[in-house]
C-alpha cells in the first residue's frame, strides 16, 4: 500500500532506525512498509498516525485499496 512514511519520517527528522524502535518493530519491516512490500497491521497505523499527529487516510492511500473492493453496497 502506497504511504508517505518516508516523506514524513524526513519532516521529523526520524531514522528509520528511530521510527521502528518507536513503533517496536524492525527496521527491515519498517523498510518493507515504507517500500510498499508489507501492509501494517491496524496498530502500527495508528501509531504511526499518533506519531506523526497525521490522520491515517493521510498517511497511506487507500485508493489501490478501495479500487479492489467489490462496489455492491451492504443491504
Do not use: W
Given at each position: 500500500?502506497?504511504?508517505r512514511?518516508?516523506?514524513?519520517r524526513?519532516r ?52 489501490e485499496?478501495?479500487d ?8
Amino acid at each position: 500500500m502506497k504511504n508517505r512514511i518516508r516523506e514524513l519520517r524526513a519532516r521529523h527528522r526520524c531514522s528509520q532506525a528511530d521510527l521502528a524502535e518507536r513503533l517496536n518493530v524492525s527496521r527491515q519491516t519498517l523498510s518493507a512498509i515504507e517500500n510498499d512490500k508489507y501492509d501494517p497491521n491496524l496498530t502500527i497505523a495508528f501509531h504511526l498516525s499518533f506519531l506523526f499527529g497525521e490522520p491515517v487516510e493521510v498517511i497511506f492511500d487507500k485508493s489501490e485499496v478501495i479500487d479492489t473492493l467489490d462496489q455492491t453496497p451492504l443491504a
